[in-house]
């Protein structure tokens, strides 16, 4: 792997999927090319893929802080859980599949709590050094203000 894939600001940047976001919150960020891992998911969520993302960003990257970095009025807070189950049930999806769905979606209650929750994970986590710098945000869809959560 080449030199010019590694982050130059070491740091990796978990966050949400958002459209809104798009452009947006490396701007708000002050990240370039070649600044950041960038991680996106529905809701900025830690999951196995989120850390299998971070020990390759921390590992070979050399990445040393990370920021999980949610947004208020966040889809996953308001997302119908049950209108998702029927529109997948009428559009064939096996009906096996969608007893836990609730939890396998990652519908969040409070963008904050989430955030928090979210860097809980890292901090605690197997694969993670304890020596990480990570920390949580929560930014403004609005007025792109950014806030420490922890
Ligand atoms: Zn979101």
């Known amino acids: ?72 009025d966040c889809g996953m807070k308001s997302v119908d859980v049950n209108d998702v189950k029927n529109k997948m049930l009428e559009r064939g999806a096996n009906p096996y599949f969608t007893p836990n769905l609730e939890q396998w979606l990652g519908k969040i209650d409070s963008e904050e709590d989430n955030i928090i929750k979210g860097v809980d994970l890292i901090k605690n986590h197997p694969a993670i050094p304890k020596n990480m710098d990570v920390r949580g945000y929560i930014l403004d869809i609005d007025t792109g203000s950014l806030n420490q959560l922890c």
């Open 1 to 72: 792997m080449s030199d010019d894939a590694k982050p130059k600001k070491k740091l990796a940047i978990i966050s949400c999927m958002d459209t809104r976001l798009v452009n947006f919150l490396s701007e708000k960020l002050g990240i370039d090319r070649g600044d950041a891992k960038v991680i996106k998911n529905a809701g900025n969520m830690i999951m196995d893929d989120t850390l299998r993302s971070l020990v390759v960003a921390i590992y070979l990257l050399d990445v040393d802080k990370i920021m999980v970095v949610g947004h208020t």
